[in-house]
C-alpha cells in the first residue's frame, strides 16, 4: 500500500472537561477521496481546524507528505500543499470571480495582499487565475462578481480559489450544504473530475454524495474514529448503522 499522504496520529482536543477529538488516528492515501462523517457534534470540524492549522491539538501528530506540520501555521500548511473549503462560502462577493482566485495565487505566490489590484492584472497571476476557473468550469464567469453567482458556483468558485493554491491534498468542508438537488448533481460531477487530479479529504453530510464520492469513508462518533473501511465496508457495518447511518441509512 502506498504511503499516506495525509497521517492523523492521535490527536486530542479537550474544551474544558469535553474531548472534541479522542485520540483521532486515520490515514489519506494518494489519489483517493476519503471521507469523514458523522453527526451533528461528532467533532468534524474541530478535526479539520487541527489539520489546517486553525486549531492546535492537545496531544497528537498531523504529518503531511512525511513532514510532521503539526506546528505549522495555517499558511505554512497552504505552502506546503494543504488547501481547504470552507462550510460556510467565502468568497469577497464584489471581486469577480478571477479576482477572487487572482487573490489565492498570490497568497501562495507570497506577495503582500497591499499589491493585490496591480498583480491580478500580471499575466502569471491572470493565467493562474483562469486555469483553475476553468478546471471547474467557472471559465465563462471569470468576469462575474462572485456576489452575483449561483450558490453552486460560489462553491466551484471557492473550489477554483483552492486550486489555485496548488494543493496536493484539498480538504472540503461540506462542499454541498446549501445546494438543491441539480446543483448537487453538477458538484459531484465536478468532484469527480477533480478526483483524477488530486487527493480530497471530504466532509461531507449528503450520504448519496459521499457513497458516490468516496473510496474509503471514516466515520466520526464522539470524537472518536468508530471505523474506517470502503463504501461496502461502512454500509454494512453494524456499529456504523447503529450509531449513525440507522437501521435504513444502509
Known amino acids: 500500500m502506498a504511503e499516506p499522504l495525509l497521517r492523523l496520529d492521535g490527536l486530542r482536543k479537550h474544551y474544558g472537561g ?4 479522542d485520540g483521532v488516528s486515520l490515514e489519506v492515501l494518494p489519489g483517493e477521496i476519503h471521507a469523514v462523517i458523522g453527526p451533528n457534534g461528532a467533532g468534524k470540524t474541530t478535526l479539520i481546524h487541527e489539520i489546517t492549522g486553525i486549531v492546535a491539538p492537545d496531544e497528537g501528530r498531523v504529518v503531511f507528505a512525511g513532514q510532521d506540520v ?25 471581486f469577480t470571480a ?34 483553475a476557473l476553468a478546471e471547474v468550469g467557472l471559465a465563462d464567469r471569470a468576469d462575474t462578481p462572485a456576489g452575483a453567482l449561483s450558490h453552486g458556483e460560489k462553491r466551484a468558485l471557492e473550489l477554483a480559489i483552492a486550486l489555485a493554491t496548488e494543493p496536493r491534498l484539498l480538504l472540503l468542508d461540506e462542499p454541498l450544504a446549501g445546494a438543491g ?3 448537487t448533481e453538477r458538484l459531484i460531477a465536478l468532484l469527480t473530475r ?5 487527493t480530497i479529504l471530504l466532509v461531507e453530510h449528503d450520504m448519496q454524495a459521499v457513497f458516490a464520492l468516496a473510496d474509503r469513508i471514516s466515520v466520526l462518533v464522539y470524537g472518536r474514529v468508530i471505523a474506517t473501511g470502503t463504501v461496502a465496508e461502512i454500509r454494512g457495518n453494524p456499529e456504523v448503522r447503529a450509531a449513525y447511518l440507522g437501521e435504513d441509512g444502509a
Request: hydrophobic content about 45%; proline content about 4%.
Open 98 to 131: 478571477r479576482a477572487n482566485v487572482a487573490l489565492a495565487a498570490q497568497a501562495r505566490s507570497g506577495s503582500s495582499f497591499r499589491f493585490f489590484r496591480p498583480a491580478a492584472s500580471e499575466r502569471r497571476l491572470n493565467d493562474a487565475a483562469m486555469q
Open 18 to 21: 469535553l474531548a472534541v477529538t
Open 194 to 198: 477533480l478526483k483524477s487530479a488530486y
Open 70 to 94: 503539526t506546528r505549522f501555521s495555517l499558511p505554512r500548511r497552504v505552502r506546503a500543499g494543504l488547501a481547504r473549503t470552507f462550510q460556510i462560502t467565502s468568497v469577497v462577493a464584489g
Open 181 to 183: 438537488p441539480e446543483e
